[in-house]
């Protein structure tokens, strides 16, 4: 099996950041900078940005991403922004499971699930995000933590529906916090998703599913973290914000 069959995805994720006037201004500085990427290049941007982003983007190869969707298509969810919606003004990517929304927002295993149910049945590709908190880590049940949240995850996603699925390997200790896996630490445990994957799916659906890895990935780390055999991306926070290095990033994983 040959890592270049996976073709690796950067994906930025801006949290809460960005007017829309700014985030026309940083994709406008992006597009040149990227244009020759080897990689796909997503921006995920909040709710308020995805039409500015959306414009400033036409004709790149950039694409665009939300960071959270619902799981029902309308109803009484003061709030919330669901997939359909999502679907409707042509955003192709979302972010699904992110450890803010778990640890700050109330997100669980089955809230994931489901919402992940509905971006793909809406088309979304999904950026499903996964990892262990520090306490986990110092327990040693990181394997089984991951194991369990993506399996609930993917609980009802069929292997054809896999080809809109992205991993995003993200240990909590890492993120934003400046702290990032060593490539092997990242390696091991996408290594484990990847096994995973081929225990609930297949072999080939296994070699072919795109795992990235996030937390502090930034410019100076990336080819590094890029360069392991099980990591195929990268969702990047605070260096997905400055243009120039969101693309070093983006050059790194073109090589
Ligand atoms: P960070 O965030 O790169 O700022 O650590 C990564 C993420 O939360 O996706």
């Keep these: 099996m040959d890592k270049a069959l996976r073709r690796p995805v950067i994906a930025g994720n801006w949290k809460m950041n960005n007017t829309p006037e700014q985030t026309k201004a940083l994709i406008d500085a992006l597009k040149p900078l990227v244009a020759d990427a080897d990689c796909d290049v997503v921006v995920c941007t909040p709710y308020i940005d995805l039409y500015a982003a959306l414009d400033a983007a036409a004709g790149s190869n950039i694409k665009v991403g939300a960071e959270n969707c619902h799981w029902a298509a309308k109803g009484a969810f003061t709030g919330e922004v669901s997939a359909e919606m999502l679907k409707a003004i042509g955003v192709p990517y979302v972010i699904i499971g992110h450890s803010e929304r ?58 054809e529906e896999l080809a809109s699925i992205i991993i995003a390997y993200e240990p909590v200790w890492a993120i934003g916090t400046g702290l ?56 990047i926070g605070g260096a997905s914000l400055v243009a120039e290095k969101f693309a070093k990033i983006v050059e790194a994983a073109s090589k």
């Design 102 to 159: 778990r640890q700050y927002f109330g997100e669980t295993d089955l809230t994931v699930r489901d919402r992940t149910r509905a971006a793909v049945d809406n088309g979304l590709k999904v950026i499903l995000c996964v990892g262990e908190v520090l306490e986990e880590r110092q327990l040693g049940i990181t394997d089984e933590i991951v194991r369990k949240q993506t399996k609930v995850a993917l609980d009802g996603i069929k292997e």
């Design 180 to 235: 990032t896996a060593t490539p092997a630490q990242a390696n091991e445990v996408c290594a484990v998703i990847r096994a995973l994957i081929a225990e609930l799916y297949s072999k080939d659906a296994a070699d072919h599913i795109v795992i990235q890895y996030g937390g502090s990935m930034n410019d100076g780390n990336a080819a590094d973290l890029l360069a392991q055999y099980d990591v195929d991306g990268g969702l």
